[in-house]
C-alpha cells in the first residue's frame, strides 16, 4: 500500500523526519519500506534551503522503486526556465523575470557549482508523469480535472509523462495559430494549478498584485448548487469578501464525484490540522516552507473514504 506525501519545497530535514515516521530507512540504496510504497505529490524545490537533497532522494526512491511522482507546477516551471525559447533568441521559456527568478532562486543556489546534476534531475523532472490513476487511487499535483487532462492526451506519453515537444506548447500563453497550443497551456495550468472559472458578467476583484481579475480559483471538488462564489472560490480572506455574496451560475464547478476513487492532491498552502476536503479528495500541502507550517502525509490502506486519523505529519 501506498503513503502519499504533499509538497516539500527543499525542506530536507522535514523529509527526513517524516520518512522515518513512516517507517523508512535508508540504506545503501536509498530510503524504503519493507512493505510499502511512498507517492510524492511534486513541488520538491523552490523556498526551502536544499532543494538538491530533496531531488536526490526522492529521485533515488524512484528510481530504485521505493517511490512514484507526480510533477508539480514548481517542477514545470524550472524545466521551461531553464529551456531556451527557439522562436526568440536569448529567451527562455519562462520568463527570467526578477518575479520568476526570485520564485526559483532557492533551487539556482542549492544547485549551485553542480550544473551537470542540475540538468540529470531537470531530466528526471522531465520523465515524471503528469497524474497518475492507480485504479484504486488518482494522484495529481493540483486538480482531477477530466476536461483538461483529455486535452492534455496528445501532447504525453502513454505514461502520461511530456513528449518532446510538449513544454514549448504548453508555455505559450499567448493566443497562437495553433489552437492546440493554447488549450494545451490552459489544461497544464488547470492540472498543475488549479481550476480558474469566469466571475459572473460585471463582477472583477482586485489581486495580491493590484491586477484586475475577472476568474476565481476554485474548490474544484465542490459542485455548484447552493455555493455562493464566497463559499467556492479559494484565496486569501481579503480576495473573498470581494467576491459576490451570490449563488454560483450553473456549469462552474462539476465537483469531484462521491463514487470516484479517492484523490490525493497537494498545491493548496493549507494550515491547520490535517483532513480530507471531501470523503474521498484530501490535499497534503501543509506550508512546510512557512512559519509553522507542517510537511504531511497520508497512510493509505485501500478505503475509498479518507480518515483523519491516517493522516501523519512532522513540523519543519
Ligand atoms: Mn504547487
Request: overall charge negative; hydrophobic content about 35%.
Amino acid at each position: 500500500m501506498y503513503d502519499l506525501i504533499g509538497d516539500i519545497h527543499g525542506e530536507l530535514g522535514a523529509l527526513e523526519a517524516l520518512l522515518r515516521k513512516l517507517g523508512y530507512r535508508r540504506t545503501s540504496e536509498g530510503w524504503s519500506h519493507p512493505g510499502r510504497m511512498a507517492i510524492f505529490l511534486g513541488d520538491f524545490i523552490d523556498r526551502g534551503a536544499d532543494s538538491r537533497g530533496v531531488c536526490r532522494l526522492v529521485r533515488e526512491m524512484t528510481q530504485g522503486g521505493s517511490a512514484k511522482a507526480v510533477m508539480g507546477n514548481h517542477e514545470f516551471n524550472a524545466l521551461a526556465y531553464h529551456t531556451p525559447d527557439p522562436l526568440r533568441p536569448g529567451a527562455f521559456l519562462r520568463e527570467h523575470s526578477p518575479k520568476n527568478r526570485s520564485q526559483h532562486e532557492a533551487t539556482l543556489e542549492s544547485f549551485a557549482g553542480n550544473d551537470a546534476e542540475f540538468e540529470e534531475t531537470r531530466d528526471w523532472f522531465a520523465s515524471l508523469p503528469l497524474w497518475l490513476d492507480l485504479g484504486g487511487l488518482r494522484v495529481v499535483h493540483a486538480a482531477w480535472h477530466t476536461e483538461s487532462m483529455e486535452a492534455l492526451h496528445d501532447h504525453l506519453d502513454t505514461d502520461r509523462k511530456l513528449q518532446a515537444s510538449a513544454l514549448e506548447q504548453m508555455s505559450r500563453k499567448e493566443k497562437t495559430a495553433s489552437r492546440t497550443g493554447k488549450t494545451a497551456y490552459e489544461s497544464v495550468e488547470t492540472v498543475l494549478k488549479g481550476v480558474e472559472v469566469k466571475l459572473p458578467d460585471g463582477c472583477r476583484f482586485v489581486d495580491k498584485d493590484g491586477h484586475q481579475r475577472h476568474e476565481a480559483r476554485i474548490r474544484w471538488w465542490l459542485r455548484e448548487g447552493s455555493l455562493t462564489w464566497r463559499e467556492l472560490a479559494l484565496g486569501p480572506p481579503e480576495l473573498i469578501a470581494q467576491l459576490p455574496d451570490a449563488l454560483v451560475n450553473e456549469g462552474a464547478s462539476r465537483g469531484y464525484p462521491a463514487d470516484a476513487p479517492p484523490v490525493f492532491i497537494g498545491h493548496y498552502w493549507l494550515t491547520g490540522k490535517p483532513a480530507p476536503l471531501a470523503p474521498n479528495v484530501a490535499c497534503l500541502d501543509y506550508s512546510v516552507a512557512k512559519p509553522g507550517g507542517q510537511l504531511v502525509a497520508y497512510r493509505w490502506e485501500g478505503e475509498q473514504i479518507l480518515k483523519v486519523s491516517s493522516f501523519v505529519s512532522v513540523s519543519r
